[in-house]
């Protein structure tokens, strides 16, 4: 117990410690953190602008190459590896102060609700302050991706192997995988990468009555989800060391291995404020960008802030990500002529489709009971869990032994549903079908971005009929459950509104403005209602929903769900999206923005053409490992 201990403090004290040697500046040793603008390099290879779970990704893999140099360029601060980022318990308190004061518009189908547009702003970027979850989505939300914009090597083969290659998996215990039933394919994981994932070594044991109903009902209980069977209800790996027992994100992987190279700096807690064009370029020629501009974070003056301009030999790469790579994109004048020509931004390139193809997953909570339900010991008692007594012995279980509620970050099993597993109506896609692209989508839409919508529904409704995408994620504990969309139809978009660098943009989730989205999201709470509680394993506890209350009607099950769903979570995607140029897109299959001699990339959620059924930590991840290989097979070249 002691030796646990006295390990903890000394890799807790040895971080701390690299870290402060790091951030010294005078003579460069190896990589590291850059404070003084003299120290600088004149130009680098690379520029990324993002320190996050792309961006570092990507600058680790390129630093690999001893003499290929790299500089990455953060908002957010870095930080000095606290337990609010590595404690699973205490990661809800991560984001606090760490995120961007994003604001969303008023959510017309929400009663006008306005909802955080949360985006990291630290070291680490989203892999440093979300749920840990880990999961992937099914092979038809990649493959859907290779049709979309027509190269099968972002369809799941594709990614697949990249998915293996950031994860460093931990199988659980033969005894633990027997006590909770969780079943596990080897080979559907990586073992050599930098990430660590294991399943939580405690667990509430009601988490397995969500399996045993789903079995009893005869859904799919997938043998390993993150084998591309990810349809049905599982034990979820997290992002957790498999000993520490603490979160394994971007910061404490990618980059602090990086940190041993010379040709790695980062300058943190800096704003790029817009991309620089080739000097001297003739007016319509092919764009050139060759190196950014940025000023200290907390500026609150742009025209009077510090300006510095840094060059890049090579290629310049957005990794900030859905809210930020849009914006950097508008103010550098590559976007909307429409919107651009309205704030009298000069137009490098004309590309309707920046900011444009906003998703994410809405979802909504609902209260359950489980009258006979008995926790088996005081330690499975969540309601005892708060009492002095008992919330000290569960933190020395952590402290000491890395075990107990302590190792939870978030839920260990999910549930994702097909159209035919919630079995509704296919009329209601023929419905879909039959309207016309731009019904649902805002008025001004550009017609490139109308065709490339009309060309995700059509794939979209295809996959939903084929049962090859989930529809809706659901859950069910003791005392709540949950449903969010997991693939839906509604779009909104990301812009600026200013040419202050400094000014927050507009975002609009838009959600649940396509009629298909409320009929899964209602007729899918229904479905968790009426046909789940017949489950015998749910039987024995009484599991009963209370709120929604059974039996409502579609409009008061509406008005209610409108006050109660959270536009968002947090998995914001698809403002820079990998489709054709003639279909809204923004990068080509390469993430090269279109219109810019292939020296600008996006490497992040924005890419995304559609919005995965899974949580997106790990498809992030999968992107910017690949990302990172096509960038280094063209320096082969």
Not at 61 to 76: F, K, N, Q, W
Request: hydrophobic share 35%.
């Amino acid at each position: 117990m002691a030796f646990k201990t006295s390990h903890y403090l000394v890799r807790a004290l040895l971080a701390t410690t690299l870290h402060h040697v790091h951030v010294a500046s005078g003579t460069p040793m190896l990589g590291r953190v850059i404070e003084r603008q003299a120290d600088l390099l004149d130009s680098y290879d690379y520029i990324v602008v993002g320190g996050g779970t792309a961006g570092l990704t990507v600058a680790n893999r390129l630093t690999e190459i001893p003499d290929v140099t790299v500089l990455v360029l953060e908002a957010g601060i870095i930080d000095e590896l606290k337990d609010k980022y590595l404690v699973p318990k205490l990661i809800s308190s991560a984001g606090q102060g760490n995120t961007w004061p994003y604001t969303s518009e008023p959510q017309t189908q929400l009663s006008n609700r306005r909802s955080p547009l949360t985006a990291a702003k630290v070291l680490g970027g989203g892999s440093a302050i979300n749920g840990m979850e880990f999961d992937r989505g099914s092979k038809g939300d990649y493959d859907l991706w290779g049709e979309i914009i027509g190269d099968e090597g972002w369809s799941w083969d594709g990614l697949f192997p990249y998915f293996k290659k950031t994860e460093k998996f931990t199988p659980p215990t033969d005894e633990w995988a027997e006590e909770m039933g969780i079943t596990y394919d080897m080979d559907a994981h990586g073992h050599d990468g930098p990430i660590h994932s294991s399943y939580s070594p405690f667990m509430y044991e009601t988490s397995k009555l969500f399996i045993q109903a789903a079995r009893e009902l005869g859904l799919p209980v997938p043998k390993d989800s993150l084998g591309g069977e990810a349809i049905g209800a599982f034990f979820s790996p997290q992002s957790l060391h498999g000993t520490l027992r603490e979160r394994s994100f971007a910061r404490n992987t990618y980059h602090t291995t990086a940190e041993t190279r010379e040709n790695y700096h980062v300058v943190p807690s800096v704003t790029v404020t817009k991309l620089i064009n080739e000097p001297g370029a003739e007016e319509g020629s092919e764009v050139n960008i060759v190196g950014v501009e940025y000023v200290p974070s907390g500026s609150a003056d742009y025209d009077a802030a510090e300006k510095i301009i840094v060059k890049a030999s090579k290629e310049v790469i957005l990794s900030a990500g859905s809210t930020n790579t849009p914006r950097i994109l508008q103010l550098s004048g590559i976007g909307s002529k429409t919107l651009l020509d309205s704030l009298e931004i000069p137009v490098l390139v004309d590309l309707p489709g920046v900011g444009e193809n906003f998703q994410d997953h809405p979802y909504s909570f609902q209260t359950w009971s489980a009258k006979n339900y008995t926790p088996s010991t005081p330690l499975q008692d969540r309601s005892q869990a708060v009492r002095p007594e008992m919330a000290s012995q569960i933190e020395a279980m952590y402290r000491e032994n890395r075990t107990g509620p302590w190792c939870i970050s978030s839920p260990v099993v999910l549930g994702f549903w097909s159209w035919g597993n919630v079995g509704m109506d296919t009329a209601l896609l023929d419905a879909s079908d039959a309207e016309d692209a731009e019904t649902h989508l805002r008025e001004g839409t550009h017609p490139s971005v109308i065709a490339g919508y009309a060309r995700q529904k059509q794939l979209i409704l295809k996959y939903f009929r084929e049962n090859k995408s989930a529809i809706i994620e659901t859950s069910i504990d003791v005392s709540s459950g949950f449903a969010s969309l997991a693939k839906p139809l509604s779009r909104g978009y990301i812009r600026i509104n200013s040419t202050n660098p400094l000014a927050a943009p507009i975002g609009d989730y838009r959600a649940l403005t396509h009629p298909l989205d409320w009929s899964v999201l209602i007729e899918s709470i229904r479905w968790l209602q009426n046909v789940w509680p017949t489950a015998p394993a749910l039987q024995a506890v009484a599991s009963t929903p209370l709120s929604p209350r059974p039996g409502m009607s579609d409009t008061e099950l509406r008005t209610l769900l409108a006050g109660n769903t959270n536009p968002s979570m947090y998995h914001l995607v698809g403002t820079c999206a990998m489709m054709k140029e003639e279909e809204g897109g923004c990068v080509d299959a390469e993430l090269k923005v279109y219109g810019t001699r292939g020296r600008l990339r996006v490497v992040d959620a924005s890419i995304m053409p559609t919005i995965p059924g899974t949580h997106t930590q790990s498809t992030v991840y999968a992107i910017a490992e690949k990302a990172s290989d096509m960038i280094k097979a063209g320096l082969a070249k």
